[in-house]
Structure formats: structure tokens, C-alpha cells
């Protein structure tokens, strides 16, 4: 079954830092997600992209965030200077509408120190 | 907007016994609504997902839910729960499919007693 595959499974930053967290969607999926979920909370809805720019985003996903499908099959989110409050586990979701099926990818996991 | 609660953080049922985990749904539009699961230290999976056909859904592992519009409810249920089923299991809607962002609940945690 395919499988959206995110990269690195862990990662530690010092704070103010920049960090590149990257995914690999489903080949013939075209809407890509980011959610992160804080330890301990709920998952949230960072950002949405389709057909290679933003088409929604949370009030989280603010100056430091960005995200872009820089060749075509990776899809990443950029933390610009990342903050203690940005640790967090950041998963990748794409979407399949014909058949209803978003995928999530494993996670990375972001501990910032 | 569309939001989803989740009665009971916390769940605990007997090995064998039915498991039963709310979900109540707010939506102005008709939902699409999904369950997933996530054991420790892992991803999201998908158990089961309601896109307006069938109101009752089966999903993976014998896991089963049912759209009731007039409660605004998904509650997900398995007749008989086993010890694999420890987890984290969170309820989702979204009101449209694809381009449209999932809401996610707070997620109910449930521990299975030997």
C-alpha cells in the first residue's frame, strides 16, 4: 500500500534555528497537509497546499513557517527560527479524493532545546 | 466551521468487553467524518471514515462507527475489545473531502484491563 514517507523521524534543534522537515506524498495525490500535534494535545491543521501554493492556513502558521514542493515530489515545511514552543510532532498528509483517503506519513518528531 | 468533541479523554474497558467511544460533531455543511488511531510514538492510521453513503461504517480491525445526523454523532464501537486496542484514538470532520482541511478532536485514550 503506498505510504507517505516523512524525514527525519527525530529531530533536535537549539533554539533559533532553522529546520527543513520533509515529506514524500503519494505520487498521484495533489492536496498536501501539515498538521503538528504538541505532546499531549490534540492534532492541529498547520497548512494546505494544492497545485504549488498555500490554499489555506491555521493562525500557527505564521512568518517563521513556510512550506514548498520544491521538485516535484518532496514537500517540505520550513521553520525559520524555531522557538521552544515549536516542539512538537509534525506530521505530512496527502490526499486521495477519489477514493477518500487522506494518508498520513509516521511523523517527525521536533525537539527544540 | 466544523468542530468535533470527544466525551471521555480517558477510557477504560475489560478484554472482551464492547468499547464505545464518543464523538459528537458540529458542522454547517454535511460532514465527512473519520476515525483514526495512533499507538505510542506512532503515525495517524485510518480505521474508518463516513462520506455520505452508508450511514453505518466498518472499519479496520473490527472497529465500527455510526453517522446518526439527528444526534450529531459518530460514535465508534467494537463488540469486543482486545489488549492490541490500547491507544490513542481520535475523532475528525472535515466538510468537504480533499481540499479541505480535518478538524480534530481531543482524543479519547483507551487502556484495556486483562
Known amino acids: 500500500e503506498p505510504e507517505v514517507t516523512q524525514t527525519p523521524s527525530h529531530q533536535v534543534t537549539q533554539m533559533g534555528q532553522e529546520v527543513i522537515l520533509r515529506c514524500v506524498p503519494i505520487?498521484?495525490?495533489?492536496?498536501f497537509y501539515w498538521y503538528r500535534q504538541i505532546l499531549g494535545q490534540k492534532v492541529e491543521f498547520l497548512v494546505s497546499?494544492?497545485?504549488?501554493?498555500?490554499?489555506?492556513k491555521s493562525e500557527i502558521f505564521d512568518d517563521q513557517f513556510s512550506v514548498e514542493r520544491p521538485d516535484g515530489s518532496n514537500f517540505t515545511l520550513k521553520i525559520r527560527s524555531t522557538k521552544l514552543e515549536d516542539s512538537a510532532m509534525y506530521f505530512c498528509?496527502?490526499?486521495?479524493?477519489?477514493?477518500?483517503?487522506?494518508?498520513f506519513g509516521s511523523g517527525t518528531r521536533l525537539t527544540v532545546v | 466551521a466544523q468542530s468535533v468533541t470527544q466525551l471521555g479523554s480517558h477510557v477504560s474497558v475489560s478484554e472482551g468487553a464492547l468499547v464505545l467511544l464518543r464523538c459528537n460533531y458540529s458542522?454547517?455543511?454535511?460532514?465527512?467524518l473519520f476515525w483514526y488511531v495512533q499507538y505510542p510514538n506512532q503515525g495517524l492510521q485510518l480505521l474508518l471514515k463516513?462520506?455520505?453513503?452508508?450511514?453505518l461504517v466498518k472499519g479496520i480491525n473490527g472497529f465500527e462507527a455510526e453517522f446518526k445526523k439527528s444526534e450529531t454523532s459518530f460514535h465508534l464501537t467494537k463488540p469486543s475489545a482486545h489488549m492490541s486496542d490500547a491507544a490513542e484514538y481520535f475523532c475528525?470532520?472535515?466538510?468537504?473531502?480533499?481540499?479541505?482541511?480535518?478538524?480534530f478532536g481531543t482524543g479519547t485514550r483507551l487502556t484495556i484491563i486483562p
Open positions: 498528509a496527502s490526499v486521495d479524493r477519489a477514493n477518500y483517503g487522506y494518508t
Open positions: 505520487s498521484n495525490h495533489l492536496y
Open positions: 497546499f494544492y497545485n504549488n501554493e498555500i490554499s489555506e
Open positions: 458542522s454547517s455543511v454535511p460532514p465527512y
Open positions: 463516513y462520506t455520505s453513503a452508508a450511514t
Open positions: 475528525a470532520v472535515s466538510a468537504n473531502f480533499g481540499n479541505e482541511k480535518l478538524t
